[in-house]
């Protein structure tokens, strides 16, 4: 398996945190993924990376991981939890309630907005994760909705 960018070691070794074999195996797997994984997805690919890997392994990790800001855990449309490299770069998350696809959109102007509102309440925005969920257009093609 292909090692990510050095990026992920580096904010480890910043705040502290060793690189482990089990941390490299689940932040190339993400550093890789085309979407959003959920953890059991992440395990089914670790253990082809490592076979002795066990799911409460790969959970420990990401809750370490997203501990410390390397990880993001992202509470999207559905019951299951998915995770991404936080790589920094602000972005929403569009999710269709019909068959679960999520887009990420640049979130400067939403961004704004959640700003914007909390000056109008007297509240200092410092952090906006955006999720807007509705149904996406072949979804809606499929249930005969127009656009």
Known sequence: MKHTS???DSRLRDIGKRVTSQRRIVM???ASAEGHLDASEIYERARQANA???LATVY???KALCENGVVRQLHLA???HHYEL???DRHAHLVCSVCGRIWEVDSTSLSRAARAAGREFGFQVTAARMEVV???ASCRNELGQEK
């Open 78 to 80: 559905g019951e299951r």
């Open 28 to 30: 190339d797997i993400l």
């Open 86 to 88: 936080d790589r920094e």
């Open 60 to 62: 420990r990790t990401l």
């Open 52 to 54: 002795t890997l066990s």
């Open 6 to 8: 050095s990026l992920a």
């Open 134 to 136: 509705g149904v996406c």
